[in-house]
């Protein structure tokens, strides 16, 4: 797949992802925005590998601070997941909206794998990202 049709089915995915979690707020029955609040976590999952990324040494053994990275990014995907089933355990939101908000989260997390997977190849003309 060449650079710009993975570009555009990124952010046809990422919008299917948003689009998820705006019909988890928004649906009549469901009425209350409390699963918006995952897109923070949307935010902060890829700042712990892209700043380890940054500050890689080079070498292929084990980087201890990429191994870190990875760790709270695991634990930030994992809150993200567990967040609307909280929220629905406790009567706050409906199951109807934390099922849409889970499989917001399984798009938006494979493109976020997606861009970092075409991204970092060094053929492309996007890896100055």
């Given at each position: 797949m060449s650079g710009n049709a993975a570009l555009v089915m990124l952010a046809f995915a990422g919008s299917i992802g948003?689009?998820?979690?705006?019909?988890?707020?928004?649906?009549p029955e469901y009425g209350l925005?409390?699963?918006?609040?995952?897109?923070?976590?949307?935010?902060?999952?890829?700042?712990?590998?892209?700043?380890?990324r940054k500050y890689n040494d080079g070498s292929g053994s084990s980087n201890s601070c990429l191994e870190a990275a990875?760790?709270?990014t695991m634990g930030i995907l994992v809150s993200s997941f567990a967040l609307p089933i909280v929220l629905a355990r406790v009567p706050t939101i409906q199951w109807g909206?934390?099922?849409l908000t889970l499989a917001a989260n399984v798009v938006v997390y494979a493109t976020l794998l997606?861009?970092?997977l075409t991204f970092d190849q060094d053929d492309s003309d996007y890896s100055m990202w």
């Open positions: 948003m689009t998820l979690i705006i019909l988890a707020c928004a649906l925005w409390w699963p918006f609040f995952v897109v923070l976590f949307y935010i902060l999952a890829p700042i712990p590998t892209l700043i380890a990875i760790f709270i909206a934390c099922y997606g861009f970092f």
